[in-house]
Each structure stands twice: as structure tokens, then as C-alpha cells.
């Protein structure tokens, strides 16, 4: 994310576009809360938010199934949440999420989606679950 996070969510950008739409401004807030609090890491990972309100980072070493079922790589209780909801699997043409055929469906920043390309700052939704993608070197 080529722009500091902190300015685009004051509105303006620094050649001075209008302010951003409000779900622009609410996924960037999500994403600048969590990298403030994350854990340093390197490499593309996932970044989250556990049940005591603490930054988790997961590395994306390979794919990774999130969903309710406890064989999935990442589980949240959510009953929001498919079994097996979701996958996410970097390769050599970037990291992509596939929505498994849950009932609720996989949002790429607010849009539902059945596979997608991620970038660096986009936040998945998951049922009530919110993950930013944090692309390597950050």
C-alpha cells in the first residue's frame, strides 16, 4: 500500500483527491488498527483479531482452510461459518482466496467473491470474522 494508511483514512490523499468512500475508510481502519498491534513479522500473512481482542499474525507458508471445523488450518467459533469455509493459497502468481461453497459467503473488502487475486490491505470478511492480507516486506 503505496500511501501511508494514517492519511488515507483522514480523507484527502496527499495530491488532494476527495475523501475516500466510508467503506474505504472502515476497511483501512481495520487494516492501520491491526498493523499497529501486530506482532513483527516478515513474509505475506494474515493478521486478525482473537477472542481477547489481541493482533494475531499467521504466515502464508502454503494453504491454509479457515472455517468451524477443528481439521481446519485456522478455526474461529463462529457459527457464521461454514465447516470449511474458505482457503487461502499463496503460489507463484500471487495469494488467492477460494470460497470452499460456504452458505454465507467470502467478502474480498465488501464484495462477496468465489475466488480472488488478494493485495496487499485487503481484508476478508468471514462470517463475523475480519482478516487483513498483508503482502511480504511489510
Given at each position: 500500500?503505496?500511501?501511508?494508511?494514517?492519511?488515507?483514512?483522514?480523507?484527502?490523499?496527499?495530491?488532494?483527491?476527495?475523501?475516500?468512500?466510508?467503506?474505504?475508510?472502515?476497511?483501512?481502519?481495520?487494516?492501520?488498527?491491526?498493523?499497529?498491534?501486530?506482532?513483527?513479522?516478515?513474509?505475506?500473512r494474515l493478521l486478525w483479531r482473537?477472542?481477547?481482542?489481541?493482533?494475531?499474525?499467521?504466515?502464508?507458508?502454503?494453504?491454509?482452510?479457515?472455517?468451524?471445523?477443528?481439521?481446519?488450518?485456522?478455526?474461529?467459533?463462529?457459527?457464521?461459518?461454514?465447516?470449511?469455509?474458505?482457503?487461502?493459497?499463496?503460489?507463484?502468481?500471487?495469494?488467492?482466496?477460494?470460497?470452499?461453497?460456504?452458505?454465507?459467503?467470502?467478502?474480498?473488502?465488501?464484495?462477496?467473491?468465489?475466488?480472488?487475486?488478494?493485495?496487499?490491505?485487503d481484508v476478508l470478511t468471514l462470517?463475523?470474522?475480519?482478516?487483513?492480507?498483508?503482502?511480504?516486506?511489510?
Open positions: 500500500m503505496g500511501q501511508d494508511i494514517e492519511s488515507l483514512l483522514r480523507g484527502a490523499d496527499s495530491v488532494g483527491n476527495p475523501p475516500r468512500p466510508a467503506g474505504l475508510r472502515k476497511r483501512l481502519a481495520i487494516v492501520a488498527g491491526l498493523l499497529r498491534e501486530a506482532p513483527l513479522g516478515e513474509g505475506t482473537n477472542d481477547r481482542r489481541e493482533v494475531v499474525s499467521l504466515a502464508l507458508r502454503g494453504p491454509v482452510v479457515i472455517g468451524r471445523d477443528s481439521t481446519c488450518d485456522l478455526t474461529f467459533a463462529d457459527s457464521r461459518l461454514s465447516r470449511r469455509h474458505c482457503r487461502v493459497t499463496p503460489t507463484e502468481s500471487g495469494v488467492w482466496v477460494e470460497d470452499l461453497g460456504s452458505t454465507n459467503g467470502t467478502e474480498v473488502n465488501d464484495r462477496r467473491m468465489r475466488r480472488a487475486r488478494l493485495r496487499d490491505g462470517g463475523g470474522q475480519a482478516l487483513a492480507f498483508v503482502a511480504a516486506g511489510r
